[in-house]
């Protein structure tokens, strides 16, 4: 049984969630406001919080930070929609446990509290990330969730592995979220000398600035108030062995003083204690931008940047993996079978179309994500496109604003029939969700014209089944 807190302002989610949840044996708590939330939290031990992400006085990346701060071996995972799934990723790289579409699917919703709940937290040091190797040196590894591809990009990376492994140089490790670099940094570690020592992977963007300290170097029974017990660092549990530090631009000022000083004597010293600790690890990092310009915008010290900077490798994103997009989406079928208990072979062509054409913001994580969630809407031997959430199938019609500035909807997508108050609310703030409808709605109108409006072939063209396509249509208001 999870401890489980839901902040959604959709009181109908909420409800449904609770009933639901409850149901198969968790105590599951709700709130419609980030603050209350925010208080339940304070006062309650829970292992799992289900938060959305657009609320009306907090967003989920405000409430994360605040989780992280209040209770750190909770996890959070962020529900959206697929047209926010840019955002949903800036979210992971804050910690966040995992993210989730709507519309929910309750077996899906279920396998993310399984995971959840026995995944260990990356806040606690009694339960990190620690893997010690006891394979034989020289015999290939391979990770169960991962694979590397036959194409030209995976032959690279391979190749720049291959050379720097059986060094003891510092590597940085550069690609967008979700693209494998801890993978990438295991492989590392494997194939060097030490192989079979402790391999320790931490997520700097879910060390908040008050524990990090903590976290990395460890402390003395006293050290600071609420040190009840001697507590070891990560990087005493990595002693002889490798560190792997994701999103290290994430670390404060302070905290990468600490490291600083930590790489150039090998020594650490614990909060609160008198006398240092001679430490040997190899320090692998990984960054989704530039460190560079980390240090010219001065939120990364310079003389840390070059004591990593001995070696340097490039992730390439999941859309520049030519004929690997497949290798992974079969094998990732192949993962989700087992976790699902079915036995889908795998794709129609329309979709193998679609995930070699798809932008993939989210790389090989958001890629895993959604096969799993469409294996678990199929029926039939092969996933087909209607199990694809439709946000991807019509990603060409969507467009993703950046921070600074918002481009102009293009003025045939504003029209009385499609949704007035999605119309009225673009007129002052774009919101993502209602470009999605629109722009669904605009692909369905654009299909029924081109069969006549014959619904049983406009069905077909869109990959649905007639009866999807009626509540599509009177979703949207659509007159055929």
């Not at 040997?280 to 010219?296: H, P």
């Not at 990603?395 to 993703?400: A, R």
Request: a neutral charge; hydrophobic letters at 35%.
């Amino acid at each position: 049984m999870a401890n489980i807190l839901v902040i959604d302002d959709n009181l109908d989610i909420c409800q449904l969630l609770k009933r639901f949840l409850s149901k198969n044996g968790h105590e599951v708590d709700t709130t419609l406001t980030g603050p209350e939330g925010i208080d339940l939290i304070k006062n309650k031990n829970y292992d799992l919080v289900l938060c959305d992400f657009k609320l009306r006085k907090m967003e989920g990346r405000e409430i994360l930070q605040q989780v992280k701060t209040i209770s750190p071996q909770t996890k959070v995972a962020i529900i959206t929609g697929y047209a926010d799934v840019r955002i949903a990723v800036e979210v992971m790289k804050k910690g966040a446990f995992d993210y989730v579409v709507k519309p929910l699917i309750p077996d899906e919703i279920l396998s993310l509290i399984d995971r959840a709940t026995k995944e260990p937290s990356k806040d606690s040091l009694s339960d990190v990330k620690t893997t010690i190797q006891t394979k034989p040196k020289g015999k290939p590894v391979t990770k169960s969730d991962y694979i590397w591809g036959k194409d030209k990009a995976s032959s690279e990376l391979l190749k720049e592995i291959s050379l720097v492994a059986p060094t003891n140089f510092s590597v940085i490790i550069y690609g967008e979220s979700g693209s494998g670099k801890e993978n990438i940094a295991r492989t590392i570690h494997e194939k060097s000398e030490r192989q079979g020592k402790p391999f320790v992977a931490i997520d700097c963007g879910a060390l908040t600035k008050e524990l990090a300290g903590s976290e990395l170097w460890g402390h003395e029974k006293g050290g600071f108030t609420g040190a009840v017990s001697a507590k070891l660092g990560q990087f005493e549990v990595a002693d002889g062995g490798s560190i792997f530090l994701d999103e290290i631009s994430n670390l404060s000022y302070e905290t990468q003083v600490g490291l600083l000083r930590l790489v150039q004597e090998k020594k650490l010293r614990r909060i609160g204690a008198i006398k240092d600790k001679e430490i040997d690890v190899r320090i692998i990092v990984a960054s989704n931008e530039d460190l560079r310009e980390a240090v010219k915008q001065g939120k990364f010290r310079e003389d840390l940047y070059y004591r990593f900077n001995e070696f340097t490798i490039v992730v390439p994103p999941l859309r520049k993996r030519g004929s690997d997009i497949m290798e992974f989406a079969n094998h990732f079928l192949d993962l989700a079978n087992d976790e699902l208990n079915k036995n889908v072979s795998g794709f129609s062509n329309e979709v193998i179309d679609l995930f070699n054409t798809y932008d993939w913001p989210g790389n090989l994580r958001e890629m895993r994500n959604v096969i799993r969630r469409s294996l678990l809407l199929t029926d039939k031997g092969q996933i087909e496109l209607a199990c694809i959430p439709q946000e991807i199938v019509y990603s060409s019609k969507f467009t993703f604003p950046g921070e600074e500035s918002m481009p102009e909807i293009p003025s045939r997508f504003i029209a009385e029939e499609i949704r007035p108050e999605a119309k009225e609310g673009l007129k002052e703030n774009i919101n993502l969700k209602d470009i999605a409808a629109i722009a669904e709605a605009e692909v369905i109108k654009k299909v029924l014209e081109e069969t006549h409006y014959n619904k049983t072939k406009a069905a077909q063209k869109l990959g649905i089944d007639r009866k999807t396509l009626f509540n599509k249509l009177k979703q949207h208001n659509i007159q055929s």
